[in-house]
């Protein structure tokens, strides 16, 4: 079945405790993307991948660290959470064509930093 | 700066009372405009993509459409399981990067 999977499901932490956040597909998409949800603000994306070794910033990449040392993972790190990264976290992937392509979502990381 | 607005915020429909998502943006060139559905606690379920004005697509009860400025996604005859928020995005052709920028979304509840 065609997914993208991520781990843990749920995370609570306490401030300043490094964490990752691991992000799989197996679709073999070049794009791949991190998001954070919170209420009133939306979907707000952190960082992209559009392939292996290359990233860039989204909107709100502070506090964040991303790698795509392979194709189909695409982890995010928390080097030292705060409590204003609690949040609810999505990955997501998409062929990465260089068109407008139709990206394809995790079931989402609840995180909360205490 | 690139924006994506969508209006309501949040619509209750009696089962089978047809109605209109709104989605306005501002961008500086479209490379795409995405609609998305996504159920409570769950990832945005893909639905339309739509890439130039006067383009239209459908599915089951949704049809969605794009203007130079907006995007509607009509509601034909909703039932209680269409309840869920409806979720738009652009993605800009700014220059050397492929962002993609989401509304707030639209809560979406229909009554049986």
């Known amino acids: 079945e065609a997914q993208v999977t991520q781990n843990p499901r749920y995370l609570i932490t306490v401030t300043g405790k490094k964490l990752t956040v691991t992000c799989s597909q197996n679709?073999?998409?070049?794009?791949m993307s991190w998001y954070r949800q919170d209420p009133g603000l939306g979907l707000r994306q952190i960082y992209y991948?559009?392939?292996?070794?290359?990233?860039d910033k989204g909107d709100v990449p502070e506090g964040y660290k991303v790698s795509r040392k392979e194709k189909r993972n695409f982890p995010l790190i928390l080097e030292s959470p705060s409590p204003n990264q609690t949040s609810l976290y999505f990955c997501?992937?998409?062929?990465?064509?260089?068109?407008?392509?139709?990206?394809?979502f995790g079931p989402g990381t609840r995180l909360t930093v205490l | 700066e690139d924006q994506v607005t969508q209006s309501p915020e949040a619509l209750r429909l009696q089962e089978g009372e047809s109605s209109s998502l709104n989605c306005s943006y501002t961008?500086?060139?479209?490379?795409?405009l995405f609609w998305y559905r996504q159920d409570p606690g769950k990832g945005p379920e893909f639905l339309f993509t739509?890439?130039?004005a006067g383009e239209e697509k459908e599915k089951e009860r949704l049809k969605a459409t794009l203007t130079k400025k907006e995007s509607f996604l009509h509601i034909t005859a909703p039932k209680p399981e269409d309840s869920a928020t409806y979720l738009c995005?652009?993605?800009?052709?700014?220059?050397?990067?492929?962002?993609?920028?989401f509304g707030t979304g639209t809560r979406l509840k229909v009554l049986a």
């Open positions: 961008v500086s060139g479209l490379r795409g």
């Open positions: 995005a652009v993605q800009p052709t700014t220059s050397g990067t492929y962002k993609y920028i």
């Open positions: 679709m073999n998409h070049e794009y």
């Open positions: 739509l890439y130039s």
């Open positions: 997501a992937s998409s062929l990465g064509s260089g068109g407008a392509d139709t990206q394809y």
């Open positions: 991948s559009m392939n292996v070794e290359v990233t």
